[in-house]
């Protein structure tokens, strides 16, 4: 049985500033989801949210880029727009850049991450929400889960990984898309992933066909869009797991080093990206440290079955403290890079003002 499972998120409201989503706002998603669950438009659904992002898991029988399942997260995200602005939450509506729907969230403001499966007799579903990050943040960690042995024992051990994966990488400026297969070339595949702002890996397809899809991450670039900064782009991921594809085990080792992503407060500096459970999804210090949260479960005929906080957990405990340490690391560095980004990535500035100011001022 085919199955599809979109996650599409938008940052429509917080409290206080850009902290955390106000929960009355995510019971009232709940209550909108349960509707459509109902009217069977979909078939399941969770609401959960990362940081100042509201993030909607759904399952139908409808396939991707689907206009009733699109603009069922469209008008989702509207109606608490403006529950937000009545509420006086903070950025209310934030990420809804268009006022009227055009048969799909992209380009409109939320991001998005989907995949359409043939549902094996037992199929675990990994979901990965970031805050106060970028798409590119993905990158590493995917790129370990999927092929870097040292991470994902399977690749050399299981027969069933042996062969590798395949890699389809966005270059998120021209929206263009590269296929490369690993491990023969994987040196291609870090040659662009390495640099995250630029090249983002969007799809990871199993080299059996009878498996398919392994991995989709929302590479929705919100400057780019709105041609101006409107909201860092926080991204989304959903991997599959076991039995031919990594172990959850493999999966969630991927979020254990507390690489450094761009982001951070005002979208500007870099940080340690800090896997937390739900519990302690909120942005707090310098509006941070940016933060992943994850879901697992177990998915048949569409219901999700058993859902679990996958980073409520002690062994992550280590890689929060040193999050921490990085963090306060990074922080001593001020407005010098590298702890502030470099000038093309940063999403606020003040320079052009100050060198208008300055102009005349500058000597041979
Ligand atoms: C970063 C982020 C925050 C804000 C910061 C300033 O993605 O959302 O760090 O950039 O709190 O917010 P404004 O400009 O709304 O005062
Ligand atoms: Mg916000
Ligand atoms: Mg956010």
């Given at each position: 049985m085919k199955t599809t499972i979109s996650l599409i998120k938008a940052d429509i409201g917080s409290s206080p500033g850009h902290v955390t989503v106000y929960e009355p706002l995510m019971t009232l998603a709940e209550e909108l989801m349960e509707k459509a669950k109902d009217e069977n438009t979909i078939t399941d659904f969770l609401v959960f949210n990362a940081g100042d992002d509201t993030e909607l898991l759904m399952t139908h029988n409808?396939?991707?880029?689907?206009a009733e399942i699109h603009k069922l997260a469209w008008d989702t995200f509207m109606k608490l727009g403006t529950e937000a602005r009545n509420i006086g939450?903070?950025?209310?509506?934030?990420?809804?850049?268009?006022?009227?729907?055009?048969?799909?969230?992209?380009?409109?403001g939320p991001g998005c991450a989907e995949m359409e499966i043939e549902e094996r007799p037992a199929e675990p579903i990994l979901v990965f929400a970031m805050d106060?990050?970028?798409?590119?943040?993905f990158n590493y960690p995917i790129f370990q889960m999927f092929a870097n042995p040292f991470n994902t024992a399977g690749l050399i051990i299981d027969p069933k990984l042996h062969d590798g994966f395949n890699f389809s990488v966005m270059d998120v400026f021209k929206n263009k898309f590269l296929d490369l297969s690993c491990p023969n070339e994987m040196y291609d595949l870090l040659a662009l992933v390495g640099a995250p702002s630029k090249y983002v890996i969007k799809h990871v397809y199993s080299k059996n066909p009878e498996l398919g899809i392994a991995a989709s991450i929302s590479t929705d670039k919100l400057a780019l869009i709105a041609?101006?900064?409107?909201?860092k782009d926080d991204p989304v991921a959903i991997v599959r797991s076991q039995s031919g594809f990594p172990a959850v085990g493999e999966i969630v080792e991927?979020?254990?080093?507390g690489h450094l992503v761009s982001g951070w407060m005002r979208g500007s500096h870099r940080g340690p990206l800090m896997p937390v459970p739900l519990e302690y999804s909120q942005c707090v210090r310098f509006d941070g440290p940016p933060r992943v949260v994850g879901l697992g479960f177990q998915l048949k005929n569409g219901k999700i079955i058993g859902?679990?906080?996958?980073?409520?957990?002690?062994?992550?405990d280590s890689t929060r403290e040193k999050c921490n340490e990085i963090a306060e690391y990074m922080r001593r560095?001020?407005?010098f890079e590298p702890g502030r980004l470099p000038l093309s990535e940063?999403?606020?500035?003040?320079l052009p003002d100050v060198l208008k100011k300055f102009e005349g001022r500058f000597r041979e």
């Open positions: 409808k396939g991707v880029d689907n939450l903070y950025g209310a509506g934030q990420d809804l850049l268009k006022d009227t729907f055009s048969g799909n969230v992209k380009g409109m106060k990050t970028e798409p590119g943040a041609g101006k900064y409107v909201g991927a979020f254990t080093l859902a679990v906080d996958l980073f409520d957990d002690l062994s992550f560095h001020g407005p940063m999403e606020y500035t003040t």
